[in-house]
């Protein structure tokens, strides 16, 4: 059996949840976790208790620990929060942007747009987390930081949807993803606030309908239900 050091844990356990591996709302078996990642169940609580603290699980006492859920108060939450903070954040890459942090997102981007050509819908789905990850670490605002991070939990996990596309038409969105990234790069890379704060809340634009589906699926046709039960239906 594999014995995973805490570190190796943590971190495939956030690739886990992002990749809706684990579901939102999931009860985590912690003796499972424990026999699965060869390890005893004080290090696994301390994983567990770091994971909660990221926004990536919910802990309590009686009930012992699940994958943070996505209920209908969060994503309300998280639709009306996410393109202001991405905005903020992108003007703020611009001013603060270091060398090497423009390096890291290039090579995200690589392997964003390896995943994407590939057609492989979970690499693509983390290394775009990677890619906005890096975008808010070059803002260098702690607060803005926060947010973000716990934003893109959600935000990759709904994203499962956008790069799973069903039809021509929506793998072109993800290949316009994927322009706009390079877009976004050379704006932040240029110091053009303004211009990059234009191409995030388009590339935020480009993937929310495919998003609200992952909330919303397509509601039931309405020839299921005969005609005459829906005009008696009270």
Request: with cysteine.
């Amino acid at each position: 059996m594999t014995r995973f050091s805490k570190d190796d844990c943590l971190a495939d356990l956030r690739r886990r949840i992002l990749s809706t591996d684990l579901s939102p709302g999931q009860d985590l078996d912690e003796v499972g976790l424990a026999q699965h990642y060869g390890m005893s169940r004080t290090p696994l609580r301390e994983v567990l208790q770091r994971l909660q603290g990221e926004g990536y699980v919910m802990m309590s006492q009686n009930r012992g620990a699940k994958v943070a859920a996505m209920d209908i108060a969060v994503l309300r939450t998280f639709f009306q929060t996410a393109p202001m903070v991405y905005a903020h954040i992108a003007r703020l890459a611009c001013e603060n942007r270091t060398a090497g942090q423009l390096e890291t997102l290039k090579d995200a981007q690589r392997t964003f747009k390896t995943a994407t050509s590939a057609d492989r819908p979970d690499e693509a789905a983390l290394a775009n987390h990677r890619f906005h990850a890096t975008i808010g670490h070059m803002a260098h605002n702690a607060y803005l930081v926060a947010s973000l991070d716990r934003l893109l939990i959600d935000h990759t996990r709904l994203s499962q949807t956008f790069y799973r596309p069903a039809s021509p038409a929506e793998s072109a969105l993800v290949v316009k993803a994927a322009e706009q990234h390079d877009a976004m790069i050379a704006a932040i890379e240029g110091g053009e606030g303004a211009l990059a704060i234009d191409l995030t809340i388009q590339h935020w634009d480009l993937s929310r309908d495919r998003m609200e589906r992952f909330v919303r699926p397509t509601p039931l046709p309405v020839d299921l239900i005969p005609r005459e039960d829906r005009e008696h239906a009270v």
